[in-house]
């Protein structure tokens, strides 16, 4: 009989023992500042949330142009509702104004963000400038939540970098800090 008391104890110590393992196994393997494809993935997926792609990184409108090159890739903008134009003969320049369905996008025009489609590769973490670890990760990306005007045959043709970008998505690299917190880009 104490035999068998004994060997419940010693089995019910042995599943407390294995449960503790396990449950501090899981928390370890997806522990935030661990070197792995998956928290570099979820960082830069973070990171670029509220950093879109534009079609114009310094422009204020309005906007005025003789280009005929300018002028060309802004009508299409024109032509889906996004921009009015106005032609001054006096001074050879067509003038663009946003309209109302264009104040949504202007004056940058976003036409969505990345989203980490795979991890190619990842140096070791090394102290960077940062003063914390930081690797420099190489991926592949897609774009997310694009516009309904920036799949307009029109403006994909006039602006082919945002076309390559929306339809075919892109590779790049960044550098990422090892904080507490997890991964993350460091303020430079």
């Known amino acids: 009989m104490k035999s068998n008391l004994l060997h419940v104890k010693i089995t019910r110590v042995k599943l407390l023992c294995c449960s503790l393992l396990i449950a501090m196994g899981f928390t370890g393997c997806s522990s935030k500042t661990k070197a792995t494809s998956e928290n570099f993935t979820q960082a830069i997926n973070t990171y670029f949330q509220d950093r879109s792609e534009c079609l114009f990184s310094n422009i204020r409108f309005p906007y005025a142009t003789s280009?005929?090159?300018v002028t060309k890739q802004m009508n299409t903008l024109v032509k889906a509702h996004l921009l009015d134009s106005s032609?001054?003969?006096a001074v050879k320049t067509t003038r663009y104004t946003v309209t109302t369905t264009g104040a949504r996008?202007?004056?940058r025009f976003c036409y969505g963000h990345r989203e980490v489609a795979e991890i190619d590769h990842f140096t070791p973490p090394q102290k960077g400038p940062s003063g914390f670890p930081e690797a420099r990760i190489d991926y592949r990306y897609t774009l997310r939540d694009v516009?309904?005007?920036?799949?307009?045959?029109d403006i994909a043709a006039a602006y082919p970098e945002m076309t390559q970008a929306t339809t075919k998505g892109g590779s790049a690299q960044i550098t990422l800090a090892q904080t507490l917190a997890g991964w993350q880009v460091p303020e430079r």
Request: charged residues 20%; proline residues 25%.
């Open 87 to 89: 032609y001054e003969s």
């Open 147 to 153: 516009p309904v005007w920036a799949q307009s045959p």
């Open 67 to 69: 280009d005929p090159d």
């Open 105 to 107: 996008y202007a004056p």
